[in-house]
C-alpha cells in the first residue's frame, strides 16, 4: 500500500484511508519502512480493539525501529527469577521502571526493571509488607505493614517522609495519586482511616464503612437491623480513582462504597458480591474497576464517570462486565490485576501454581501460567508491558514473567529482507552503469541536500510531570545481595539473614521457623495464612 | 594530510591503521559489492564461516592466516559475520583462565595496539579512500568560496523563507581559546565535559583520569588505579559519578567529589577481554554500555557492577558507543564498517547501517532528539544518519577535517542547548533556515513570551569535530558548511572534543588539554543585556559566553606558549598577534553590522 494517497485525499471521499493515516500516525508507523502494510494492519487491529495502547506508552524510540509490541501482549514464559529476602508484596510504579517489593522482615526493597537488581533498601518496618503504593511522579513510596504502621517513603534520599500510626493491622494504603499528602488506611477489623497529611500535623479522619441507605420509609426494626449490621461493617479494601476526586472502598459485607474525598462522604454504595471484597484494582486509564472478593469470582465493572463536575450521585451505576471464575475446580483467586492496555486481567489462584489470563472482549480464559512449584501471591502487570510480576508464597521469590524476544535477521544484514518465498530480483537500469569513483561520490553528497534534517525536534513530547530520576546508589553493601536469604520470627525482626550454607540458625542461635522442612520457611504472617488457608480447603 | 603522516605518534591509541600499510593494494573483490553478488554468495559465506568456526582458538586470534576469509566475508554477509562473532568470542571466554590464554593476550597488545598490517590488506578498500582524499582536499581548496555562502545557510532547494521573516541573524559560534590545561604526563585520549558542565573528565595515556573544573580550570582530582592507559571516560547523568575504560581490560567507576572509587568494595567491571575503548551510560545511569577491542559490547548494571547482556556486535573493535536520549536504544559502531543500533532492554539488534563505502567507523553519538546518529569515519567524513527512514539513509556528509588513522571524535554542538537560559535559545532561533521556526518569529522579536515551549526546537546545531591535523571542525548541519576552524588547537592529533553549551574542550596528542568558549555567545546575548557585554569589554576580557558566568582569573601557570602560533596565548589579555582573537574581532565587529562573514576565511587572511 503506497502511503502517499490517503494523505493527499481528503477524508469525506476516503474515510477508511484517512482512518488509516489517522491509525499510522498514532502508531508513529514510518511510511518508508518496508513493513509498513503489515504493521498498518496490525496497528489498525490494535487500535479498532477495544483497548486501544495509551500514547503515553507510545513514546519509547525503540518502538520505531521494532513492532513486537504490536503482536505480544500478554505474558507467556518466566523471563526473571529475583529474590531479595521473602516477598509479600508487590507493586510496579507508573512508568514501569521500578518494582517495589515488600518483605515478611518489614523491608522495602525497590527493583530497577532495566537492570533487574536492587536500586534501594528502605527499611523502617519491623513486619511483613501488606500493601504499596507509588505516587504518581514515582519520587514518593507508600507502605504498610502488619506492624501497625504506614511510612511515605521519599525516595530521593530514602528516607521517611512521614508515618502514620493506626490500632490494627493494615490491608490496604493508598496514596491519593495527584497529592501524596492525602492518604487512605484499611485496617482489619479497626475504622477506615483517611489522613490528610497538607500542614505539618497530619489530621485523621474516620471515613464511612456503613452503606448509604434511604432510612427515611423504614420502619425502626429494619432500622435497628441495618444499625446492628453496619456496626460490623468494615472496609477491606480501598482505592483512589485515578483523578484522586473520589475513593472507592470495598468492604466486609460485599459492598463497595464509592466516598467523596472532598467531602469524605458516602455518595454511592452497591452490594456487588456475598463475600469480603479483598482487594481493588482500577485500570490504567480508569474507566474500569477489578474487583477480588472471596466469594471466588473476579469482577470487572464499568466505572461511571465521576470527575463530571455536576455529577448526581442518584445516577451513579456500576455495572458488571464480567465475572471470572473456575466453574469446574471452584479455585478462588490470591490476587489479581488489569494488564497495561487494560485488555486482559490477570489473577493468581488459591492453593494452586498457576495464574490465569482473560481477555476481555470476549470473557474468556487466553492462557494458564505455570512454572514455579509453588502457590503464587501477589500478580502485578508492568504499566506498560507485556511483563508480570508474581511472587511465591513459599520461597518468596519473585517471578518475572515476559514475552520471548527474537532477533529478527535482516537488521543485522541492511542488505537483507526477511521474506515469505523467493522473490524474482528485477534489476535496474542503471545498476551495473560504470561512473567515476568521485563522481558517484560527489553525487551522492550533492543529493544529500535535497532533504531537510532536524536533529533537534523532539518526536515526542516530553509529558508535563516533572520526571523523578532515582539516584544511583554505588553501595549497597554486600548483604544486599539478591541470594539474601531472610526467614526471621517475631523477635529477630532486624536481623539479617545469612547464606543458605550457615544453615537456619541465626547469629544468636534461635532456630528459625520451620523451614527446615523443605525451602526456607514462611514468616508468621505467611504461616497465619497458610493455615487460614487449609481451615478452607478442608470445608470445601 | 601529508602533515599528519609526519606527526610520529608518540602513542598507540587510537590509532587504527599502520603506518606502513600498502597504499596500492587495489581491491579486487570490489565486484563483490553489488546486491545481486551479494546474494548470490551467501551460501559460499556459510560455508567458509563454518571452516573458520572449526579454527583453533589461537589460530583465530592471529589474524594473519584468516585474512582472505575476512576480507570476503566482510564485504559480503555482516550478518553472517556476527554470528559468527558471537560464537568466537563464546569460546574465547571459556579459556580465559588460561595462562598461555594470557600470553596470548600480552603478545596482542603489544602488536595489537595498532592494527597490524594484514588486517588492513583485509579492507579492501585502501584505493578508494586515496582517490576521496584527493577529492577531499580539493574541496577543501574550494571551500572558501562555497563557504562564503554557507553561513546564511539557506539551501538553493529548499524553499527559502521571505527575508522580511529573518529576524538579525544569529551569528555562528565562535569558539575562542581560554584555557589550557596541563598536568597529564601522557597524550589525552579522551576528554568530556559533566552533564552539568561543570567540570571536565579527561583520560589519559598515562593511566590516570582528571578532574578538572571547567570555569577556572583548577585541577579538582587525579583518579589513579588502572594498569594501563585509559581510552575513554563517561559522566554518569548526575555529574557525580564518572566511569573510565581502560588498556587493562578493565572498567572503573569513581566518585567525582572524592576522587576514590564509587563502590566501596573496590569494584572493576571486569569482563571484557581485551582494551575497553568506548563507555556510555544511560540517561537513568543504572546502565553503562561498553565497547572493547574483543568486538563485544557489554551493557553492566552500574549499582552491582555485573554484566546485564553481551551483545556479540561487531567483528572488529568497537569503536564508538552511545545511548539514544530516551535510554531505550544504543548505538555502537566498529571499524568493521557497521553502526549498530540495539534495544537496551531486549540486547536485539534493531538496525545496522552500513555506508555503501564501508569505511571504518570511528566514532558514534545519538542527536539531541535521538532521530539521527552521527558517525565519523576513517576516510576523514562524518555521516549524520536518519536511522529510521527506510533501513537507514545518510542525511548528511561533513568533510574538511582529516580522520584517516586515529578514532577522532565528533560531538553535536547546540546554541540553543535546553538547559540553558531561554534568553539564549531564543536569541539562537533567529538563525533558523527551516520555515517551522520563522513562522513563530515572524513578530522578529524573539520575545514572544507565549512561543517559550517552542524555543527547544529554536536552537542551531552544528556538528564539532576533532582532526589529525590539530584542527577542530565546526559544520553547520543543515548547509554542511564549514563555521569554524581553529587551526592547530593541538600540536600533533586532537583526538576529541566536546561541547556543553557554550563550553568546549579538546584533548590532544601533545598531553594538554584546551578549553574554548563561545565568543560570540556574548554577541547574541548582547541585544539582552548590552550592559553586561559592556563590563566585559571594559575590562579588556575577551571573556565571552560563558565568560559573563565565569570570568577566568588568569593562573600564570595555565598558559603557556602556544605550540602552533609560538606566541603566549592568554585568553583574558588576548595578544594582539593572535590570529584567533583577530577572528574574534571581525566576528563581533561583523556581527554588529549583519551577517557574519565566515571565520576561515578570515583567518587564511590573517595567515
Known amino acids: 500500500m503506497d502511503p502517499e494517497p490517503f494523505k493527499l485525499q481528503p477524508a469525506r471521499l476516503n474515510p477508511e484511508a484517512a482512518h488509516l493515516h489517522k491509525v499510522a500516525a498514532n502508531f508513529r508507523l514510518d511510511p518508508n519502512n518496508p513493513n509498513f502494510e503489515q504493521n498498518l494492519k496490525k496497528a489498525a487491529a490494535k487500535s479498532s480493539n477495544k483497548f486501544p495502547i495509551p500514547q503515553e506508552h507510545l513514546t519509547g524510540m525503540n518502538l520505531l525501529l521494532s513492532d513486537d509490541y504490536l503482536i505480544q501482549d500478554h505474558p507467556e514464559v518466566l523471563n526473571h527469577t529475583i529474590r531479595s529476602g521473602h516477598s509479600t508484596c508487590l507493586r510496579f510504579n507508573r512508568k514501569g521502571n521500578y518494582l517495589a517489593s515488600g518483605r515478611v522482615d518489614g523491608t522495602v526493597v525497590l527493583w530497577d526493571m532495566d537492570t533487574m537488581g536492587v536500586a534501594r533498601k528502605l527499611r523502617g518496618h519491623s513486619k511483613g509488607i501488606s500493601s504499596l503504593c507509588w505516587s504518581r511522579c514515582g519520587r514518593y513510596l507508600l507502605s504498610a505493614c502488619r506492624g501497625w504502621l504506614v511510612i511515605l517513603w521519599d525516595l530521593q534520599d530514602g528516607k521517611k517522609e512521614r508515618q502514620i500510626r493506626v490500632r490494627a493491622p493494615v490491608f490496604t494504603a493508598e496514596l491519593n495519586p495527584t497529592n501524596r499528602h492525602q492518604i487512605i488506611v484499611a485496617c482489619y477489623e479497626e475504622d477506615f482511616i483517611y489522613c490528610d497529611a497538607m500542614n505539618k500535623l497530619s489530621r485523621k479522619y474516620v471515613l464511612p464503612s456503613a452503606p448509604k441507605r434511604d432510612d427515611s420509609e423504614v420502619d425502626e426494626a429494619t432500622k435497628e437491623k441495618w444499625a446492628k449490621e453496619d456496626a460490623k461493617t468494615m472496609t477491606t479494601a480501598a482505592i483512589f480513582t485515578p483523578s484522586g476526586k473520589h475513593i472507592l472502598a470495598g468492604t466486609n459485607k460485599g459492598r463497595v462504597n464509592v466516598i467523596n474525598s472532598n467531602t469524605r462522604e458516602i455518595i454511592y454504595s452497591e452490594k456487588v458480591c456475598t463475600g469480603v471484597i479483598t482487594s481493588l484494582r482500577v485500570s490504567f486509564n480508569g474507566s474500569d474497576l477489578l474487583i477480588n472478593a472471596q466469594d471466588r469470582i473476579i469482577r470487572t465493572f464499568k466505572l461511571p464517570e465521576l470527575d463530571v463536575p455536576d455529577l448526581d450521585p442518584d445516577t451513579i451505576q456500576l455495572n458488571l462486565e464480567h465475572k471470572f471464575q473456575d466453574v469446574v475446580n471452584r479455585l478462588s483467586w490470591n490476587a489479581c490485576c488489569f494488564g497495561a492496555t487494560g485488555e486482559y486481567v490477570a489473577a493468581s489462584t488459591y492453593n494452586n501454581h498457576e495464574m490465569y489470563i482473560w481477555e476481555r472482549t470476549h470473557g474468556s480464559l487466553v492462557r494458564m501460567l505455570e512454572g514455579p512449584k509453588e502457590e503464587q501471591g501477589m500478580v502485578e502487570w508492568h504499566p506498560s508491558k507485556p511483563i508480570l510480576a508474581v511472587n511465591g508464597l513459599e520461597t518468596g521469590r519473585i517471578y518475572i514473567w515476559g514475552v520471548t524476544n527474537t532477533q529478527k535477521w535482516s537488521s543485522l544484514a541492511p542488505d537483507f529482507a526477511e521474506v515469505e518465498e523467493n522473490d524474482e530480483y528485477e534489476e535496474k537500469e542503471d545498476e551495473f552503469d560504470i561512473h567515476p569513483q568521485e563522481e558517484i561520490a560527489k553525487r551522492r553528497i550533492d543529493r544529500e541536500d535535497e532533504e531537510d534534517v532536524d536533529v533537534l525536534t523532539m518526536d515526542v513530547p516530553k509529558g508535563d510531570e516533572q520526571e523523578f530520576r532515582m539516584p544511583i546508589l554505588y553501595n549497597l553493601g554486600d548483604d544486599d545481595s539478591e541470594e539474601e536469604l531472610i526467614a526471621v520470627s517475631t523477635g529477630t525482626m532486624r536481623r539479617k539473614s545469612y547464606s543458605e550454607g550457615q544453615g537456619d540458625v541465626s547469629l544468636d542461635g534461635e532456630t528459625i521457623g520451620e523451614g527446615a522442612a523443605g525451602g526456607p520457611s514462611a514468616g508468621p504472617a505467611e504461616k497465619a495464612t497458610a493455615k487460614k488457608g487449609k481451615g478452607k480447603g478442608k470445608k470445601k | 594530510m601529508a602533515d599528519t603522516e609526519q606527526v610520529a605518534p608518540p602513542l598507540k591509541r587510537r590509532k587504527v591503521n599502520s603506518d606502513d600499510e600498502n597504499e596500492e593494494r587495489s581491491s579486487p573483490d570490489r565486484a563483490f559489492h553489488s546486491p545481486t553478488r551479494r546474494l548470490a554468495i551467501r551460501d559460499r559465506d556459510i560455508r567458509q564461516r563454518s571452516q573458520s568456526h572449526d579454527r583453533d582458538y589461537a589460530h583465530s ?33 571459556s579459556t580465559t583462565n588460561d595462562g598461555d590464554d594470557d600470553d596470548d593476550d600480552e603478545s596482542r597488545s603489544r602488536s595489537g595496539r595498532y592494527y597490524s598490517s594484514d588486517r588492513t590488506d583485509s579492507r579492501s578498500r585502501r584505493s578508494t579512500t586515496d582517490s576521496r582524499s584527493r577529492t577531499t582536499s580539493s574541496r577543501r581548496r574550494r571551500r572558501p568560496h562555497s563557504s562564503t555562502r554557507s553561513p546564511s545557510g539557506s539551501l538553493p532547494r529548499t524553499p527559502s523563507p521571505p527575508e522580511l521573516l529573518e529576524p538579525e541573524p544569529i551569528p555562528h559560534p565562535n569558539f575562542l581559546p581560554c584555557l589550557s590545561l596541563h598536568g597529564h604526563t601522557g597524550p589525552v585520549s579522551q576528554v568530556r565535559l559533566s552533564p552539568d558542565g561543570r567540570w571536565i573528565a ?4 598515562d593511566g590516570t583520569a582528571r578532574i578538572w573544573d571547567s570555569a577556572t580550570g583548577a585541577h579538582m582530582e587525579t583518579l589513579v588505579g588502572h594498569m594501563a592507559g585509559i581510552n575513554t571516560v563517561a559522566w554518569a547523568p548526575d555529574s557525580a559519578v564518572l566511569a573510565t575504560g581502560s588498556d587493562d581490560k578493565k572498567i572503573r567507576c569513581w566518585d567525582r567529589r572524592t576522587g576514590r572509587p564509587a563502590h566501596s568494595v573496590a569494584r572493576q567491571l571486569v569482563g571484557h577481554h581485551s582494551y575497553v575503548y568506548c563507555l556510555a551510560f544511560s540517561p537513568q545511569g543504572n546502565v553503562l554500555a561498553s565497547g572493547s577491542y574483543d568486538e563485544a559490547v557489554f551493557l553492566w548494571d552500574v549499582r552491582g557492577g555485573r554484566i546485564l547482556r553481551d551483545l ?15 535510554g531505550t536504544l544504543v548505538c555502537s559502531c566498529s571499524t568493521d564498517g557497521l553502526i549498530r543500533i540495539w534495544d537496551t532492554s531486549t540486547g536485539q539488534c534493531l538496525r545496522t547501517l552500513v555506508h555503501e563505502d564501508n ?89 514572544d513570551d507565549a512561543d517559550l515551549p517552542r524555543v527547544h526546537d529554536a536552537g542551531a546545531s552544528y556538528v564539532v569535530s576533532a582532526s589529525e591535523d590539530g584542527d577542530l571542525v565546526l559544520w553547520d548541519v543543515k548547509s554542511k558548511g564549514v563555521v569554524q576552524r581553529v587551526r592547530k588547537a593541538h600540536s600533533g592529533v586532537c583526538f576529541w572534543v566536546d561541547v556543553k553549551g557554550d563550553t568546549m574542550v579538546t584533548a590532544g596528542q601533545d598531553l594538554c588539554i584546551k578549553v574554548f568558549r563561545n565568543g560570540n555567545a556574548a554577541v547574541r546575548d548582547r541585544d539582552r543585556d548590552r550592559m553586561e557585554e559592556d563590563v566585559v569589554r571594559a575590562n579588556g576580557a575577551v571573556v565571552p559566553p560563558g565568560g559573563l558566568r565565569v570570568s577566568p582569573p588568569l593562573d600564570p601557570e595555565m598558559m603557556d606558549a602556544d605550540p602552533a602560533s609560538g606566541a603566549p596565548r592568554a585568553a583574558g589579555t588576548a595578544a594582539e598577534s593572535n590570529d584567533m582573537v583577530v577572528v574574534v574581532d571581525a566576528a563581533a565587529a561583523a556581527a554588529a553590522h549583519g551577517p557574519t562573514p565566515d571565520p576561515v576565511v578570515k583567518m587564511e587572511e590573517t595567515q
Open chain 2, 61 to 93: 586470534r592471529s589474524r594473519s592466516p584468516r585474512s582472505r576469509t575476512r576480507s570476503l566475508s566482510r564485504t559480503q554477509s555482516p550478518a553472517s559475520r556476527s554470528r559468527s562473532t558471537s560464537s568466537r568470542s563464546r569460546g574465547r571466554r
Open chain 2, 202 to 205: 579527561s583520560a589519559s595515556a
Open chain 2, 312 to 326: 556479540p556486535a561487531h567483528s572488529d573493535p568497537v569503536s564508538g558507543i552511545d545511548f539514544s536520549p530516551d
Open chain 2, 359 to 447: 569505511p571504518p567507523i570511528s566514532s558514534v553519538c545519538f542527536s539531541p532528539n535521538g532521530r539521527h546518529v552521527l558517525a565519523s569515519s576513517l576516510d576523514s567524513s562524518i555521516r549524520l544518519w536518519d536511522y529510521i527512514e527506510g533501513r537507514g539513509t545518510v542525511k548528511r556528509t561533513y568533510q574538511g577535517h582529516a580522520s584517516k588513522k586515529f578514532a577522532v571524535g565528533g560531538c553535536f554542538c547546540n546554541t540553543g542547548e535546553h538547559d540553558q537560559s531561554a534568553i539564549a535559545s531564543i536569541g539562537s532561533g533567529g538563525r533558523a533556515t527551516d520555515e517551522k521556526r520563522v513562522i513563530p518569529d515572524a513578530g522578529g522579536g524573539g520575545e
